[in-house]
C-alpha cells in the first residue's frame, strides 16, 4: 500500500517538474559592415528587441562602458562565450556597396528566462 501511494505522489509531482524544464529557443543577429576608408567593421548585435531611434541600443560592458569588438571573429567569439551557436551565415550585396555580412544564432533558454 506504501508503494502505491509513494508511486501516485511521485507521477503526481512530474507534471510540476516539467514544467520548469520547457525550452524555447531564442535568436540573435550579427551585422558586420565595413568602415569607409578603413580595414575594421562595425557590428550590431539584434536580439530581437523593439528598437527607438531616441535610445542607444548598442551592446555594453558589465561596467557599462560601450562594448567594442576588434573584428567580427571577436563578435563571434563573444557570443560563443554567452553560449550562442551559429547558425547561419550570409552576405547581402546592394548595389555598388561592399556587402553587409550577417550572421544568425541561436540559443537555448528555460521558458521562465524569456518572459
Known amino acids: 500500500m506504501k ?3 509513494i508511486t501516485l505522489l511521485l507521477l503526481a509531482t512530474l507534471p510540476v517538474l516539467a514544467q520548469d524544464s520547457t525550452k524555447v529557443e531564442q ?3 550579427v551585422v558586420a559592415t565595413g568602415r569607409l576608408l578603413s580595414n575594421k567593421v562595425t557590428i550590431d548585435i539584434d536580439y530581437g528587441e523593439e528598437r527607438s531611434i531616441w535610445k542607444d541600443h548598442r551592446l555594453r560592458t558589465d561596467e557599462g562602458k ?3 569588438f576588434n573584428s567580427v571573429i571577436d563578435a563571434m567569439n563573444f557570443l560563443g562565450k554567452e553560449g ?3 547558425v ?3 552576405p547581402i550585396n546592394i548595389g555598388n556597396n561592399p556587402p553587409v555580412y550577417h550572421y544568425v544564432f541561436r540559443k537555448e533558454f528555460n521558458s ?3 518572459d
Open 112 to 114: 521562465s528566462e524569456t
Open 84 to 86: 550562442w551557436k551559429l
Open 3 to 5: 508503494s502505491v501511494l
Open 66 to 68: 560601450l562594448k567594442k
Open 88 to 90: 547561419n551565415a550570409f
Open 27 to 29: 535568436y540573435c543577429e
